[in-house]
């Protein structure tokens, strides 16, 4: 099964919003949970969102995520240099792969 | 605070097999909530889930690799396994091992092992 779609980069400056979209199929974001996670340079990636729009708790509300259809995304209101980094959405995929990665995005504070 | 650790030979020659060992501690791999995976990154490119393995010993392998993947889960030593037969060059990568929760995310990872694969 395929990756899903992200753009390969997105830039803003700090204090504005950058969304970043994720983008697959009804066999796994259109009928699936999605989540988002954060890969800083050098480090493993971390949860930013569960369940399509859920935080876990120490992610700053400033990270949000939403699903419509087969398309998901993530949205950084307020960007800050500290967010600079890597975004990768993950869906459950069907029993043919259960879990699929996104593309990855590579977001730039300006 | 559970934590994941990785290990592993960090070079390994082409057409063997890769092996790699994730410790968990601060809690228990038999829990009934999670499964265990392994995930990777080649140098510069995105993430590639390889396998994940519950508790009880259920796989669930990524098709692409199938073939070549076998995960085991040792509950008395709270460990679970990749061995990733056949290697080659495009094998290299950062090998993670992740905790999956059931209301849908990875949500601990280990800190990854880089593992070369070269002569």
């Known amino acids: 099964q395929s990756a899903l779609t992200q753009p390969p980069s997105v830039s803003a400056a700090p204090g504005q919003k950058v969304t970043i979209s994720c983008s697959g199929s009804s066999s796994n974001i259109g009928n699936n949970y999605v989540s988002w996670y954060q890969q800083l340079p050098g480090t493993a990636p971390t949860v930013l969102i569960y369940e399509n729009n859920k935080r876990p708790s120490g992610i700053p509300d400033r990270f949000s995520g939403s699903k419509s259809g087969n398309t998901a995304s993530l949205t950084i209101s307020g960007l800050q240099a500290e967010d600079e980094a890597d975004y990768y959405c993950n869906s459950y995929g069907g029993s043919g792969t259960p879990f699929v990665f996104g593309t990855g995005t590579k977001v730039s504070v300006l | 605070q559970l934590q994941l650790q990785e290990s592993g030979p960090g070079l390994v020659k082409p057409s063997e097999t890769l092996s790699l060992t994730c410790t968990v501690s601060g809690g228990s791999i038999s829990s009934s909530s999670y499964y265990w995976g392994w995930i990777r990154q080649p140098p510069g490119k995105g993430l590639e889930w390889i396998g994940s393995?519950?508790?009880?010993?259920?796989?669930y392998y990524n098709p692409s690799l199938k073939s070549r993947v076998t995960i085991s889960v040792d509950t008395s030593k709270n460990q679970f396994s990749l061995k990733l037969s056949s290697v080659t060059a495009a094998d290299t990568a950062v090998y993670y091992c992740?905790?999956?929760?059931?209301?849908?995310?990875?949500?601990?990872w280990g800190q990854g092992t880089m593992v070369t694969v070269s002569s």
């Open positions: 393995i519950y508790y009880s010993g259920s796989t």
């Open positions: 992740a905790r999956y929760d059931f209301q849908g995310a990875f949500d601990i």
